[in-house]
């Protein structure tokens, strides 16, 4: 005969065990996803952390490059002047052992 209350036990127990089956593999995807997805992340943190160092070291380089051109800028400027001064101070040393109006107008022109 049927027993009823076997019948039960077994319809309980296997819908437990399917239960506790799928809640283990749903378990396991979980922690798998969250894996992978820990992985893309810290790749890519990895990605934008050596794409930041690049950039500052890109600015860093552009800032030297434009140090250097201004450095050369005010060297030239600073030749500029000193051969100004090297002129004006020729025809001012002109002027006084000559006082030519030649030197005098050289010395005005060279002495601007």
Do not use: P
Not at 44 to 59: F, I, V
């Amino acid at each position: 005969m049927l027993s009823y209350g076997k019948l039960g036990f077994t319809v309980y127990f296997a819908f437990t065990l399917s239960l506790l089956t799928a809640g283990t593999a749903f378990k396991l995807w979980i922690e798998y996803d969250a894996r992978t997805l820990a992985v893309h992340l810290q790749a890519e943190t990895a990605a934008a952390a050596k794409e930041l160092r690049q950039n500052a070291l890109m600015a860093q380089q552009e800032r030297t490059r434009r140090q250097l051109e201004q450095n050369k800028a005010i060297e030239k400027q600073n030749a500029i002047n000193a051969q100004k001064q090297r002129t004006c101070s020729f025809w001012r040393d002109q002027y006084m052992k000559n006082k030519t109006s030649y030197d005098k107008t050289m010395m005005d022109s060279a002495c601007k």
